[in-house]
């Protein structure tokens, strides 16, 4: 496939900075709202006891696995896991810029993922003061514009508020990258088991977020994993019935996303020890080469039906 039929974050990076990029996903050691009871308890329901980030480590770790396999790369620090602007600002301040402060392997930028609903007026503040230091961009775990489907999933925030925090962070100069998982069950059905969100409204999803100015985008399939409310509620919900199924819609949500808009995922990344279903997602090479491969087929290109 020709690379250039999606802005793909790590040509983005490469180009920007002229060497190889790598994320180090990192445990900053927060939690969420969702879980400790201010908002909510056992968070959202596809999430796993680790905050959806199995990959994540301290900074340590990271480095030792990354700088032997990437010796001459440089890196993003990845705040990954659970809530990481979910803290007084000093205690944020102190962990991204220790994270920040590392010199070997070389740290040129700062990824931080976290709710809409856990940033305020000093978080901001200090958000944008980061921005003028380093290559900076925040991702917010929406999932989906669907208000129905956040309730049922135990979202605890409304897709207004995921919008107002765009319009914030957008306005002080700030990338946003914005999360959504595709095949998120909506609700019950007759017989109790769990019904999928349908094509129209993913699609839907895609299409809200890319009318704001956003940096990035990330498609994440459903997972149901261990340790989640969703295995424990819906053990046999499959989002999926096949990869060849998920590669189309894949297709049709990118060509949705405007080409300046950079994609930083189109699928799962679940350790396989973790993963209930689809059993075959694990199989993440093949899904990506059955997506490029659909746009070869096409001649398509992502933000080929984008809204003008």
């Known amino acids: 496939m020709h690379e250039k039929r999606i802005n793909k974050i790590g040509i983005f990076l490469k180009e920007e900075f002229g060497n190889r990029i790598i994320k180090l996903p990192l445990d900053g050691g927060f939690t969420c709202p969702n879980r400790?009871?201010?908002?909510?308890?056992?968070?959202?329901?596809?999430?796993?006891s680790t905050g959806s980030g199995e990959f994540a480590s301290n900074i340590t770790e990271a480095m030792k696995l990354f700088s032997e396999k990437w010796p001459e790369g440089k890196y993003i620090a990845y705040f990954q896991n659970h809530?990481?602007?979910y803290a007084p600002a000093e205690e944020l301040e102190r962990k991204f810029r220790t994270a920040l402060a590392c010199e070997k392997p070389e740290i040129v930028g700062l990824a931080i993922a976290t709710r809409p609903d856990c940033l305020d007026d000093e978080i901001y503040s200090l958000l944008e003061r980061l921005n003028r230091e380093t290559f900076l961009w925040v991702e917010l775990g929406l999932q989906t514009v669907h208000d129905r489907t956040a309730?049922?999933?135990?979202?605890?925030?409304?897709?207004?508020?995921?919008?107002?925090?765009?319009?914030?962070?957008?306005s002080r100069g700030i990338r946003v990258v914005t999360h959504l998982i595709l095949g998120l069950p909506q609700g019950?059905?007759?017989?109790g088991n769990a019904v999928s969100e349908s094509r129209a409204q993913m699609l839907d999803s895609v299409t809200h977020v890319c009318r704001a100015p956003l940096f990035g985008i990330k498609l994440h399939m459903l997972n149901v994993v261990k340790g989640?409310?969703?295995a424990t509620r819906?053990?046999?919900y499959e989002p999926f019935a096949s990869i060849d199924e998920y590669a189309d819609l894949v297709v049709d949500c990118l060509r949705m996303v405007p080409y300046n808009i950079t994609v930083h995922r189109m699928t799962a990344d679940t350790a396989r020890p973790f993963l209930i279903s689809p059993s075959w997602s694990y199989r993440k090479r093949t899904i990506l080469n059955t997506i490029e491969q659909r746009f070869v087929m096409l001649d398509a290109r992502q933000g080929d039906r984008a809204e003008r």
Request: glycine share 8%; charged share 20%; net charge negative.
């Open 228 to 230: 989640s409310p969703l």
């Open 188 to 191: 019950t059905n007759a017989d």
């Open 151 to 170: 309730e049922f999933l135990n979202r605890c925030y409304k897709t207004r508020v995921y919008d107002e925090a765009v319009a914030e962070l957008t």
């Open 36 to 48: 400790d009871g201010s908002k909510g308890t056992g968070g959202c329901m596809f999430c796993s």
């Open 83 to 85: 809530t990481n602007t």
């Open 234 to 236: 819906f053990p046999n």
